[in-house]
């Protein structure tokens, strides 16, 4: 009697109990944070707890929580995947009250509304604009012609700056040319010709010379520091990028001269969203009501220096003298929401792909739309049908039968010596619970995920319709660089490539670090192990700046010597050596080492018996170093061909699968399945089973081989 009253004291002390999540840091988390608690004094009878999950994990942290009943009642995050959480039943639907509603911008309502009902309390917005470096611009450009005519004395100054082959930075001109990605029906139309339109007049810039080519990030960030970008193309985020000592302001984006229309850049609205799984959803929605509430809002304005969507805020002269804040929110009536239906997700990798085409100039903008269209049709096909459990069922059901009869013979058969020897089994116990747990378990939970297709938020058993559409290719041509035999041939292509250079260099260094006449040998030693200490994406990121087309040192260096400098990712062999590259300079200090040690095994007698006989140095390295170097070598190989036909962060980060994902490796093309192509998490999965086959298999060969050899 007293536990069934202590539980009902209990669940009543925390039936109003409110879960917040959100993603949120320094200045922004501390201000909401503010806005909480002082929501909790105003409300004591309701307990807000918050949750700043880390922003990368936050999306998949939602969906695969809130469906559970484990997830917050209110989270805050940004609009643009509203239809996939309506289709999977994760939020509900919430329309801020008509006193409210007349004081939220137009523009961020209009964000949160799919199929005519509305989902969230619009917070704050996040668009792009024109950042503008008072030094060398006295009076921004109003329209695309005059910011085609911008010239400069210096020729190391560049008009503008911005990640142009990006198609969220892209979309400006595709709105200002009066395109859309998604028509009035909701229907996709890629290459719209209003689109078209826009991506040549992306042509017209880069002809000029009026921004950078293969412009990152990091470039932009560089060249707006140090007085070499006179205008740069970003939100609110870049501020943190900044220099202090910078002379800048901010402006709304030009007017596309074409059409009249001014640039119009995507529009993000971050805002609170009721969960569907609530138990408590009248408070939670009284909450996301006082979060957008003028009293919390100008919180958020001034203390987090976030642009908020209540519009009364704006009176506070706190907020209104803000330069920051008002050049956004003049910017804020030009913007497109971003689509919110859950086909956008698979519009991004097939517009980059076309911007890249037209950039590189591969394709013309018409054509290289034509291709991103049928590039996302394929995206976005309906996933296959549902299997018959049943097969399937038996099949694993005799399989897991067979292999515990199999373990039970094997423990009667030594139960001898597990007897004997019991605690050497305890020794090992750890290992092969630690083992089991962080390798066994999820290999075999993402090989079981490869049975099951992915779409809105909910898995559906297919079977091995996964493996059929990669073994068939149904997808892509086998030409095709998205297919998998075409991706495994450059895979296979990249491993032996990287085996023959790392083999060859190590092998050679190593040699040359054993001779007696070679004067300080601890020093070459340590700096040619450095490659390999060093961790390899911090590597590959030095190496992707150092065959930068415009700016980088390798081509400044071949222009130096008066050749002319290459775009080193607008084709295959170019980006594929770049890659190779990256990864010897990785590789081969491994390979180094190995033989190093290798070689104080083997007696200098023997060589020099040789020489005596008249042997060369080739034919004594060629019939007596190498063959008592392969007892070491060998099992190096195997070790280092597995790495380097997995090595995901080089591909990644240097080429970036550049040109078309023609030079990416089974294993970042799994990665872009489940990422970037429409989150087809069992496709990508059916990837990742055929890459440890694969490997498997190569292991089992190399291993005999080695143990032919050692014999």
Request: charged fraction near 15%; hydrophobic fraction near 45%.
């Amino acid at each position: 009697m007293l536990f069934a009253l202590s539980l009902l004291n209990y669940s009543e002390a925390y039936a109003d109990e409110l879960k917040v999540w959100h993603a949120y840091r320094g200045e922004e988390r501390a201000a909401l944070e503010a806005v909480l608690d002082l929501y909790s004094q105003q409300n004591p009878e309701t307990q807000v707890t918050t949750l700043a999950v880390p922003y990368d994990a936050f999306i998949n942290k939602i969906e695969a929580s809130i469906p559970r009943g484990n997830g917050p009642d209110v989270f805050i995050s940004a609009h643009e995947r509203i239809g996939g959480w309506v289709e999977s039943g994760l939020i509900a639907p919430f329309s801020p009250p008509s006193k409210l509603a007349e004081d939220l911008h137009p523009i961020t309502l209009e964000a949160l509304q799919y199929k005519s009902s509305g989902y969230g309390i619009p917070l704050s917005y996040k668009c792009l604009a024109l950042y503008v470096n008072n030094d060398l611009v006295s009076t921004p450009p109003k329209t695309t012609d005059e910011l085609l005519k911008l010239k400069f004395d210096d020729p190391e100054v560049v008009p503008l700056a911005y990640q142009a082959t990006e198609p969220y930075y892209h979309a400006l001109w595709m709105h200002g040319a009066n395109g859309a990605l998604f028509n009035a029906q909701g229907e996709p139309q890629l290459n719209a010709p209003e689109n078209t339109e826009g991506l040549t007049f992306l042509l017209e810039l880069q002809q000029s010379k009026i921004i950078p080519e293969e412009p990152t990030s990091a470039l932009v960030s560089q060249l707006f520091n140090t007085n070499k970008a006179a205008m740069v193309i970003n939100g609110p985020w870049f501020l943190g990028e900044v220099s202090k000592d910078l002379n800048f302001s901010i402006h709304p984006l030009p007017t596309f001269s074409k059409t009249g229309t001014p640039a119009q850049p995507f529009l993000t609205v971050e805002a609170a969203f009721i969960s569907s799984q609530s138990l408590n959803p009248e408070q939670a929605k009284s909450l996301a009501v006082f979060l957008a509430s003028t009293e919390a809002s100008s919180i958020r304005a001034i203390q987090g220096r976030q642009s908020v969507a209540t519009l009364s805020t704006y009176n506070d002269e706190k907020v209104s003298s803000d330069p920051i804040l008002s050049a956004f929110k003049d910017q804020l009536s030009q913007t497109k929401p971003l689509p919110n239906q859950p086909k956008m997700s698979a519009t991004w990798e097939p517009m980059a792909r076309a911007i890249r085409r037209v950039s590189r100039g591969a394709l013309t903008p018409k054509a290289a739309l034509d291709q991103a269209q049928l590039e996302f049709s394929i995206l976005t096909r309906p996933p296959p049908q549902q299997a018959n459990t049943t097969p399937y069922l038996i099949i694993f059901g005799a399989l897991f039968l067979g292999l515990m009869a199999y373990i039970g013979r094997q423990i009667m058969q030594h139960k001898a010596k597990i007897q004997e020897h019991w605690s050497s089994y305890l020794y090992v116990a750890p290992a092969a619970f630690a083992m089991t747990l962080l390798t066994a378990i999820p290999f075999i939970v993402g090989a079981g995920v490869s049975l099951f297709a992915h779409h809105n938020g909910t898995f559906t058993f297919v079977g091995l319709a996964n493996f059929l559409d990669i073994a068939l290719a149904r997808d892509w041509s086998i030409t095709s660089s998205l297919s998998f035999y075409y991706t495994l041939v450059v895979t296979v292509f990249w491993t032996i490539s990287n085996l023959v250079l790392h083999v060859g260099i190590g092998i050679a260094m190593a040699m040359l670090l054993r001779e007696p006449w070679l004067k300080l040998k601890g020093v070459y030693r340590v700096l040619l192990i450095l490659p390999w200490a060093v961790p390899n994406y911090i590597t590959a990121l030095i190496w992707k700046g150092m065959f930068h087309r415009q700016f980088g040192a390798i081509n400044a260096f071949m222009e130096a010597l008066g050749l002319e400098a290459i775009s080193w990712f607008s084709q295959f062999s170019t980006a594929f050596c770049a890659n190779l590259v990256t990864n010897t300079w990785l590789g081969f200090p491994f390979m180094m080492v190995v033989t190093l040690g290798a070689l104080q095994s083997i007696p200098r007698e023997l060589e020099q018996a040789a020489a005596i006989d008249g042997a060369t140095g080739w034919q004594r390295f060629w019939h007596i170093t190498l063959p008592l170097l392969k007892p070491a070598l060998l099992p190096a190989v195997i070790l280092g061909s597995v790495w380097t036909f997995n090595m995901f962060n080089i591909i990644y980060l240097v080429s970036a699968g550049e040109p078309d994902s023609a030079t990416d490796i089974l294993i970042s093309d799994a990665y872009r399945w489940a990422f970037s192509r429409g989150s087809r998490y069992g496709y990508a999965s059916a990837y990742a089973v055929l890459i440890f086959f694969i490997l498997l298999g190569y292991s089992k060969i190399g291993n005999k081989i080695a143990g032919r050899k050692t014999l």
